[in-house]
């Protein structure tokens, strides 16, 4: 049910265009008033244009037209009247030209502020980015952990097939994770010895720390809150919402979960050295199914089977 879900969501805009298409596709051979079935033609046109850019809304207007032309071969009577024979034809090419146009120009104004979306999207991930770098440079043992963290969940995302923007925020709260650290004392960051108990539950507040600090800035981090919150939590557990409902981890934290532990045990450490890329894994793939979720870690060995046969 969760993988239809994701297909669901994955290809929504083309289910939408493909059913008001195919519904006026039937209307077509059903409805006897010309007027109303060249209109509602205009609508999965603009639709396909807005959701999908220029190309596929040409495509989708180009169907249109050659559906409407089959309707007249089989129905002419419906189409062309020996009266206003001329006048008909007139009306079916202009209807054609507007259609075309409309597909043009709504999937160009589409594509523009894509491309615009496209910038703003890259400016920001890379000021967290920089930020990142800031806050671990300070640090020789953790510099560069949220990058890799980042680039990792984000690879772990892609080979799981899931949807661009879900990609896009996983990769955000890959390096943002560890945010909430810049409220914990240097004492504790870089104790080389084993915390104490009321040091670790100061170094576990990270999550939510910087949850907290995520929520200040409003609604532009929201899909990115959750996922810094529960990186931690295990896939057994289960967490509840402002609502009371309780849910599992989210999927993202899962990812985050794997790529953050897989960094931690191979970087070394004020208090260890750290493991070997192919000993890392079998910690992780041990632990499948309790402290990670089985299907991210599949994904993740995938990854880093390619990259030990690439090195």
Same mark, same amino acid.
Request: charge should be negative.
């Given at each position: 049910m969760e993988g239809f879900k994701q297909v669901v969501m994955k290809h929504f805009e083309e289910i939408v265009v493909g059913v008001i298409f195919i519904t006026a596709f039937i209307g077509t051979y059903f409805i006897k008033e010309v007027s109303l079935i060249l209109n509602f033609y205009y609508l999965p046109v603009l639709v396909g244009s807005y959701f999908l850019g220029r190309r596929i809304g040409i495509l989708i207007?180009?169907?249109?037209?050659?559906?409407?032309?089959?309707?007249?071969?089989?129905?002419?009577?419906?189409?062309?009247?020996?009266?206003?024979?001329?006048?008909?034809?007139?009306?079916?090419?202009?209807?054609?030209?507007?259609?075309?146009?409309?597909?043009?120009?709504?999937?160009?104004?589409?594509?523009?502020?894509?491309?615009?979306?496209?910038?703003?999207?890259?400016?920001?991930?890379?000021?967290?980015?920089?930020?990142?770098?800031?806050?671990?440079?300070?640090?020789?043992?953790?510099?560069?952990?949220?990058?890799?963290?980042?680039?990792?969940?984000?690879?772990?995302?892609?080979?799981?097939?899931?949807?661009r923007p879900q990609v896009d925020n996983i990769r955000a709260a890959g390096l943002l994770h560890d945010i909430g650290k810049i409220e914990i004392s240097t004492e504790v960051l870089g104790k080389a010895a084993a915390l104490t108990t009321e040091e670790?539950?100061?170094?576990?507040?990270? #999550?939510?720390? $910087?949850?907290?600090?995520? &929520?200040?800035? !409003?609604?532009?981090?929201?899909? +990115?809150?959750?996922?810094?919150? *529960?990186?931690?939590?295990?896939?057994?557990?289960?967490?509840? #919402?402002?609502? $009371?409902?309780?849910?599992? &981890?989210?999927? !993202?934290?899962?990812?985050?979960? +794997?790529?953050?532990?897989?960094? *931690?045990?191979?970087?070394?450490r004020p208090y260890r050295k750290g493991m070997l890329p192919w000993q890392a894994l079998e910690e992780i793939v041990s632990k499948a199914g309790k402290q990670f979720d089985p299907e991210v870690v599949g994904a993740f060995k995938r990854i880093l089977s390619e990259r030990i046969e690439r090195s």
């Open positions: 207007a180009l169907l249109s037209i050659l559906d409407v032309l089959i309707c007249t071969m089989i129905f002419p009577h419906r189409f062309f009247t020996d009266q206003n024979l001329l006048h008909s034809i007139i009306k079916l090419c202009s209807w054609s030209l507007f259609l075309f146009l409309a597909s043009i120009t709504v999937g160009t104004l589409y594509e523009q502020n894509g491309r615009r979306l496209e910038d703003l999207k890259n400016a920001y991930i890379g000021i967290v980015e920089i930020l990142a770098k800031y806050l671990e440079s300070t640090d020789r043992y953790t510099k560069g952990h949220s990058v890799r963290v980042a680039e990792l969940a984000m690879e772990i995302a892609i080979a799981m097939e899931l949807p670790r539950m100061e170094m576990d507040s990270h #999550s939510v720390r $910087g949850a907290y600090l995520l &929520t200040t800035v !409003g609604s532009v981090l929201k899909e +990115v809150v959750p996922i810094v919150v *529960a990186h931690h939590k295990y896939f057994i557990d289960t967490i509840e #919402s402002n609502t $009371g409902e309780v849910q599992k &981890t989210p999927l !993202g934290a899962r990812i985050v979960a +794997v790529a953050d532990a897989f960094d *931690a045990m191979t970087t070394d």
